[in-house]
């Protein structure tokens, strides 16, 4: 049933919700969230207002409460295209993958120009380990988002797997020439060093690599656990095990065994870091 309020509410509850966007561009998203749930008290319809609950919360990386906003957007807002897709995001970054491309495949159903949307689909095809299916749809969306550097770097990931290392190379150097960029513009950008290095690390450069991956774990880390870089999450826990790989490529054993311990103690339940502690040795 949708809730009958006065133009009065309407108006103070859109005053809440543009209250929220102010306050999460400073950062400060636990009070956006405040704001946009009294948008909510005051509107219950107000989808809008429950998508930006999804949004500040999978910015402080709370991927459940993020995921139960925007089932509520969609539950009020069935042709949400933009709710969908933020959906099947959170979705993938809990592992369910099937689901996430379901309503990835709703979100472009409704709006087929968002090709930038197939980027998406090719990175929970990687994840599933569908490498050729992942290829395809990465290139499908690069044909009209050239410029989407996670897409490339997730396309060069892609096709190392295949082995087309050459290929590979020469995307990765897209990724770090446009993250340098960045980097020259704010020096402690944590996502840039991150990406950088992780960049340099797959190309066989660990020892460069470390560079970078030392400056993501030391920028922001106090302020922030997660970070997005256009459109992508990372966790601190990502850098330190990241970092733990190129350090013991270089033979830095002992620092390699405290930071893939690291990453485990701000993520403990995390399989892949297991995964790497055992395949390191440690």
């Given amino acids: 049933m949708v809730a009958l309020i006065s133009i009065e509410e309407k108006d103070l509850a859109n005053q809440h919700l543009?209250?929220?966007?102010s306050l999460a561009m400073t950062g400060k998203y636990g009070q956006a969230i405040e704001e946009a749930r009294k948008a909510i008290e005051i509107?219950?319809?107000f989808s809008q207002a429950y998508n930006k609950v999804g949004d500040y919360n999978l910015k402080l990386g709370k991927i459940d409460e993020a995921t139960e906003a925007y089932r509520k957007a969609i539950a009020i807002d069935p042709a949400s295209q933009n709710s969908h897709f933020d959906l099947g995001c959170s979705l993938a970054l809990k592992g369910d993958y099937d689901e996430a491309?379901?309503?990835?495949?709703?979100?472009?159903?409704?709006?087929p120009s968002k090709t930038e949307i197939y980027g998406h689909i090719g990175r929970i095809f990687l994840a599933m380990g569908q490498v050729d299916d992942a290829v395809a749809n990465l290139r499908t969306a690069l044909a009209d988002h050239p410029e989407e550097v996670m897409t490339v770097f997730t396309l060069a990931c892609?096709?190392?797997?295949?082995g087309e290392h050459e290929q590979a190379n020469r995307l990765f150097l897209q990724v770090i020439n446009r993250y340098t960029e960045l980097t020259r513009v704010k020096s402690r950008f944590a996502e840039g060093h991150y990406y950088i290095g992780r960049s340099l690390f797959l190309?066989?450069?660990?020892?460069?690599?470390v560079e970078h991956l030392e400056k993501a774990v030391e920028f922001d880390t106090e302020a922030i656990d997660h970070h997005y870089s256009f459109g992508m999450l990372y966790s601190d826990a990502d850098a330190f095990c990241s970092l733990a790989e190129?350090?013991?490529?270089?033979?830095?054993?002992?620092e390699a065994r405290q930071n893939i311990n690291?990453?485990?103690?701000l993520e403990p339940t995390n399989k892949r870091f297991e995964k790497i502690r055992n395949d390191l040795g440690f």
């Fill in 18 to 21: 543009d209250r929220s966007i």
């Fill in 43 to 45: 509107d219950p319809d």
């Fill in 101 to 111: 491309m379901a309503e990835l495949k709703s979100a472009l159903a409704l709006d």
């Fill in 158 to 162: 892609a096709l190392q797997i295949k």
């Fill in 203 to 209: 190309m066989g450069q660990s020892a460069k690599a």
């Fill in 246 to 254: 190129a350090q013991y490529d270089c033979g830095r054993h002992e």
């Fill in 262 to 265: 690291k990453a485990l103690t």
